[in-house]
């Protein structure tokens, strides 16, 4: 089983920055994508960001040119730095990472970490 642990939610003025961060743990293989979602109150979860294993991102509109996600494969790890923050930008954050273990594979969520952003 593949665990993640999500770091560096908290509450961040509008105009702040944060930096989030997932660790993924297990017998892990390879991995073939690691991406960050959020889910604001009443809404549903969307993709904020992903990177793959060739280090090609994408990023909703909403958050482009003001966050950047960034993987290490060998070390299981993928951050989110998060500037020019907006109260919009208030959610909860999960993380997520896609690969294989050494005999099936694994799509694995964090618990999620509140990000908040007071105007």
């Known amino acids: 089983q593949v665990q993640l642990v999500e770091s560096g939610g908290g509450l961040v003025q509008a105009g702040g920055s944060l930096r989030l961060s997932c660790t993924a743990s297990?017998?892990?293989?390879?991995?073939?994508?690691m991406a960050w979602h959020r889910q604001a109150p009443g809404k549903p979860r969307e993709l904020v960001a992903r990177?793959?294993?060739?280090?090609?991102?994408n990023y909703a509109d909403s958050v482009k040119g003001r966050f950047t996600i960034s993987g290490d494969t060998g070390k299981n790890t993928v951050d989110l730095q998060m500037n020019s923050l907006k109260s919009e930008d208030t959610a909860v954050y999960y993380c997520?990472?896609?690969?294989?273990?050494?005999?099936?594979?694994?799509?694995?969520w964090g618990p999620g970490t509140q990000v908040t952003v007071s105007s």
């Open positions: 297990g017998s892990i293989a390879s991995i073939n994508s």
């Open positions: 997520n990472i896609v690969g294989r273990r050494i005999l099936r594979p694994f799509d694995s």
């Open positions: 990177i793959d294993s060739g280090g090609s991102t």
